[in-house]
């Protein structure tokens, strides 16, 4: 079905899901927004061997004094490898056309365009790491044993909510960006990041609960030098030469309403 930037968006409500203009449910189960900067990165979970990094998109409404943005791209480090998941730009959104690009240690991964098809990382991977299409185009689960899932979507942003929210979407940029749900297998309990600190033994979350609008600041904190550098002031990653000293922590297992089973809070409890 041809359409001019239409779409809905699921699997938006639960702990681990990073959607819209950015929208974070952290692992303490509260919602939170992080708006960033438009054409900018930051660090989303930074942990001894493992840092996401995000690139944002957005738009700038005179009105007001923040960008209107979106995570158009990551960047997942572990081990010494590095997988990249973004949305391309899109003007007419089609969701039977493929707008999802994933690369693995830079190579693009070019997988069949059907739900189920599948990529393997090889005997040179340190942790066995799978890509798999969730839907025939634009959705994928992304694994990497012992560490990680997951879920990422590409979707656009729609006139309704252009409307709604005075976005701004113009024929040429339908400002394609992605909907992920994150679970995490183990963290440390020094990890950190946008969505990384809220896994924390013990944080305690600094927005106010009761806004409309809950707020989470930190950009100095989290602004990395590009989407490739895991180099945010709250980095944590060392890679696969860490010490393994810090303390893990280890997340119950759920079973999780969207079909993603496993242990980490991705559900919530």
């Given at each position: 079905?041809?359409?001019?930037?239409t779409?809905?968006?699921?699997?938006c409500?639960?702990?681990g899901?990073?959607c819209q203009?950015?929208?974070?449910?952290?692992?303490?189960?509260?919602?939170?927004?992080?708006?960033g900067?438009?054409?900018?990165?930051f660090?989303?979970?930074?942990?001894?061997?493992?840092h996401?990094?995000?690139?944002?998109?957005?738009?700038?409404?005179?009105k007001?004094?923040r960008?209107?943005t979106?995570?158009?791209?990551i960047?997942i480090?572990?081990?010494?490898?590095?997988?990249?998941?973004g949305?391309?730009?899109t003007t007419?959104?089609?969701?039977s056309v493929d707008?999802?690009?994933?690369?693995?240690?830079?190579?693009?991964l070019?997988?069949?365009?059907?739900?189920?098809a599948s990529w393997?990382?090889?005997?040179?991977?340190?942790?066995?790491?799978?890509?798999?299409?969730?839907?025939?185009?634009?959705?994928?689960?992304?694994e990497v044993?012992g560490k990680?899932?997951?879920?990422a979507?590409?979707?656009?942003?729609?006139?309704?909510?252009?409307?709604?929210?005075?976005y701004g979407?113009?024929s040429s940029?339908?400002?394609?960006?992605?909907?992920l749900?994150?679970?995490f297998d183990s963290?440390?309990?020094?990890?950190?990041?946008?969505?990384g600190?809220?896994?924390?033994?013990?944080?305690?979350s600094?927005?106010?609960?009761?806004?409309?609008?809950a707020?989470?600041?930190?950009?100095r904190?989290f602004?990395?030098?590009?989407?490739?550098?895991?180099d945010c002031?709250?980095a944590r990653?060392v890679g696969?030469?860490?010490?393994?000293a810090a303390?893990?922590v280890?997340?119950?297992?759920?079973k999780?309403?969207s079909g993603?089973?496993?242990?980490?809070?991705v559900c919530k409890?």
């Open positions: 079905m041809l359409s001019v930037c779409s809905s968006m699921t699997g409500d639960k702990p899901a990073v203009d950015p929208r974070f449910i952290g692992g303490d189960g509260i919602t939170f927004y992080f708006h900067k438009k054409d900018r990165d660090c989303l979970v930074s942990d001894e061997n493992l996401i990094n995000a690139h944002f998109i957005g738009k700038r409404n005179p007001m004094t960008d209107f979106w995570v158009q791209s960047a480090f572990f081990d010494s490898h590095r997988i990249t998941v949305a391309l730009k007419t959104w089609d969701d707008r999802l690009f994933v690369t693995f240690d830079g190579e693009p070019l997988l069949p365009e059907r739900q189920g393997e990382s090889g005997a040179t991977a340190t942790s066995r790491t799978s890509v798999t299409r969730s839907a025939d185009a634009n959705s994928v689960v992304v044993e990680l899932r997951i879920a979507r590409v979707v656009p942003i729609t006139q309704e909510d252009s409307r709604i929210h005075n979407v113009t940029d339908c400002l394609a960006h992605l909907d749900g994150f679970r963290l440390s309990g020094v990890v950190n990041g946008v969505l600190q809220t896994y924390r033994a013990g944080y305690v600094p927005v106010s609960v009761s806004a409309k609008m707020v989470m600041g930190g950009e904190e602004e990395t030098s590009s989407l490739y550098a895991p002031k709250a990653f696969s030469g860490g010490s393994g303390e893990r280890f997340l119950p297992s759920l999780c309403e993603i089973e496993g242990r980490g809070v409890r």
